[in-house]
């Protein structure tokens, strides 16, 4: 299935947070040298790095724009950093490294020695594993409370609680841009009459509602 066009029908229905003025203003081609075009608050520059390349992996350039050129993963970074609990921001901040580690980054293999295609097996690995397998890494998960439980766990639960977060923090943020929002969803700013037994292909031809 082409991600994009999935991206424009599924709505915000899995638990998401509904935006705010606050996390409104923090949103504002894969080659073997990844140049930064913003400066990370709460990652290292090698882990904002490889946030951008897996951003891009997730919700790739099309006929759209990309959540890379949406500056999605600098959102990431801010919302983590300024609007996420301390103890998330911290475990997010660990998880990452978890994650540099399986890339196998190290002095002899930096960033930009690491190809597309392992940043894509990485992602195929833990996002499409199965769902038992995916719901044993979120019941181990489920027991880390602060940093200091990441021993805990798996590194194979922690890799996948990474990926799985930033999955999840890209959709929305890639929803709530502007140019998503009101040029690709569905936008009503001034909503008119309560259509309630409509389907949802004759009321938006088939997109999901950007507000």
Do not use: H
């Not at 959709?171 to 998503?180: C, D, L, Q, S």
Request: net charge negative; glycine share 4%.
């Amino acid at each position: 299935m082409n991600r994009r066009e999935a991206l424009k029908n599924i709505g915000l229905s899995a638990g998401y947070i509904a935006a705010t003025p606050t996390l409104l203003s923090i949103l504002q081609s894969c080659t073997s040298e990844i140049k930064l075009t913003w400066i990370p608050k709460l990652l290292s520059e090698d882990e904002a790095k490889v946030l951008d390349q897996i951003v891009d992996l997730i919700i790739p350039e099309t006929d759209i724009p990309g959540a890379k050129s949406l500056n999605v993963p600098m959102f990431i970074d801010s919302y983590m950093n300024a609007v996420a609990k301390e103890k998330d921001a911290q475990i997010f901040k660990k998880t990452a490294d978890y994650v540099m580690k399986a890339l196998g980054v190290n002095e002899d293999k930096p960033v930009k020695k690491i190809k597309i295609e392992e940043y894509d097996a990485l992602l195929t690995k833990y996002l499409r594993s199965s769902k038992e397998q995916q719901e044993a890494y979120q019941k181990e998960m489920s027991q880390v409370k602060n940093p200091d439980d990441l021993s805990n766990a798996s590194k194979e639960a922690i890799i996948f609680n990474y990926l799985s977060a930033v999955r999840w923090l890209s959709i929305w943020g890639f929803k709530t841009t502007e140019e998503i929002g009101e040029n690709v969803l569905a936008y009503a700013p001034v909503p008119g009459e309560q259509i309630g037994c409509d389907s949802l292909e004759k009321l938006t031809k088939g997109k999901a509602w950007s507000l």
